[in-house]
């Protein structure tokens, strides 16, 4: 199986303030279709995992622009340029080219 | 507007076997592309994928979890059936389904509310 390392586990972020989570995966996303097939949810408190990007970088219709997904083969990154309070949670990765497998998980609170 | 809902027991002992279902609207299973997935969260915890079906009745297991999982489709019901056999303490959890299609590349686009499911003698 894949596996989704994230980091960190945890985030305390000032609002206004930017936050960086990182995913890494155990083999390349990349698949033979040139496509890479990474995606990152947000779960916040009490509700269900919620879709913000998939591919790697494109943010589904409604999701903020201050979300942005980056990275290439086997590193991403999910940045909030600047965090609001309601953007508090906890953040998945997950790989879709083999099955499917998720992240750790990187919970992110306001200071 | 894609819905969907899981349903079944709250509570089950230690190995009885689980079925939950997940009952959909908004889309049908019968659609080229389409699939409908279970994923499941111990409380605290992070996600874990078990299974999905597709429209043409493809399924796909957790290797680790294989054994024991099976996911069925009823399409003029338009619901998806999981059951899981030998159910232990470490499968208390919430239990989601979700919505995939492979013609838009959207892995879990839509996800039931959940439902947690205790097991306990």
């Not at chain 1, 990474?38 to 995992?49: D, E, R, V």
């Not at chain 1, 591919?55 to 622009?65: M, Q």
């Not at chain 2, 509570?11 to 659609?31: E, H, I, R």
């Not at chain 2, 303490?89 to 892995?107: E, F, G, K, Q, S």
Request: glycine share 8%; charged share 15%; proline share 5%.
């Amino acid at each position: 199986d894949i596996v989704m390392t994230q980091t960190p586990l945890s985030l305390s972020v000032t609002p206004g303030q930017p936050a960086s989570i990182s995913c890494k995966s155990s083999q390349s996303l990349l698949y033979s279709d040139g496509k890479t097939y990474l995606y990152w949810y947000l779960q916040k408190p009490g509700q269900s995992p919620q879709l913000l990007i998939y591919e790697v970088s494109n943010r589904l219709s409604g999701v903020p622009d201050r979300f942005s997904g980056s990275g290439s083969g086997t590193d991403f990154t999910l940045k909030i340029s600047r965090v609001e309070a309601e953007d508090v949670g906890v953040y998945y990765c997950m790989q879709s080219i083999e099955r499917w497998t998720f992240g750790q998980g990187t919970k992110v609170e306001i200071k | 507007q894609i819905t969907l809902k899981e349903s079944g027991p709250t509570l089950v002992k230690p190995t009885q076997t689980l079925t939950l279902t997940c009952t959909f609207s908004g889309f049908s299973l019968s659609t080229s592309g389409v699939g409908v997935g279970w994923i499941r969260q111990p409380p605290g915890k992070a996600l874990e994928w078990l299974a999905l079906i597709y429209w043409n009745d493809d399924k796909r297991y957790s290797p680790s979890l294989k054994n024991r999982v099976t996911i069925t489709k009823d399409t003029s019901k338009n619901q998806v059936v999981l059951t899981m056999t030998n159910m232990d303490p470490v499968d208390t959890a919430t239990y989601y389904c979700a919505h995939r299609n492979i013609l838009t590349l959207m892995n879990f686009d839509y996800w039931g509310q959940g439902t947690l499911v205790t097991v306990s003698s």
